[in-house]
């Protein structure tokens, strides 16, 4: 129980540090240096700044969502331990698998980076990460409703809501290093088909409204721990589809 409540701490205290940091950014840090009102080309300082930012965010939002799943290793890892009939086997430490799973967001994080310049030097995004057209954000939503029902977004929720299945159907937890953090990445990669969607909706809404970036977290861990993740993700994207007729239609 106290190796339990030790996995349980640090998952809060990385998640509080991700968030705290994102919710500093978005409200206390002065962007100035980085950031102008006015369309200007990115410099290396500014991606490795945005990419630093999308990566914590990603952290703070996503580390409740697996927590679940490190739970699970951290308690077949004790069990292997402590067995007392000569097949004792030592797993690497429950880390592990959280950083392959997070090096998998972390590549999602690149992704949006770039994405980010990208809608910004098309002019559909402020230089200060707000959507500035009315008819891409009904898009974005009307997208995202959509995916809500399709075969891909089900199947990923499912890994992602079963994870000893998933687990199972990867060969089972590794005890080695390179093993957890390949089964942890795959988690990952799992977790982000089943959630990009509705991450590419802050880019509608503002890439650091304090808001959305609550509501999408909250919304990801509903949607793997409620009993039915399947009608609560076809009720959001009806929801959604809703939303973005009307956002296109005012």
Known sequence: MPGRWIVVIALCAITLLALGYTYWLATGFDMSGMMSPDFVPWSAARFGFMLAMWVVMMIGMMTPSVTPTILLYAAIARQAASRQDGARQVFAPPG???????????????????????LEWRA???????????????????????????????????????????VQRHGGFQPGVRGSLRLG??????????????????????????????????????????????????????????????LMAA
């Open 96 to 118: 592990w698998f959280l950083g392959g799973y997070l090096l998998a967001w972390t590549g999602f994080a690149t992704i949006a980076t770039l994405l980010q310049w990208l």
């Open 124 to 166: 559909l995004v402020t230089p200060m990460m707000a959507g500035t057209d009315r008819v891409i954000g009904g898009c974005m939503l009307i997208a995202a409703g959509i995916y809500q029902w399709l075969p891909l977004k089900q199947a990923c929720l499912a890994s992602c809501q079963a994870p000893l299945t998933f």
């Open 185 to 246: 990445f795959l988690h990952g990669i799992h977790c982000i088909g089943c959630c990009w969607v509705l991450m590419i909706l802050l880019f509608a809404f503002g890439v650091m409204n304090l808001v959305w970036i609550a509501g999408l977290m909250v919304f990801v861990l509903l949607e793997k721990i409620l009993p039915r993740p399947r009608i609560v993700s076809r009720i959001a994207g009806v929801l959604a589809l809703i939303a973005g007729l009307w």
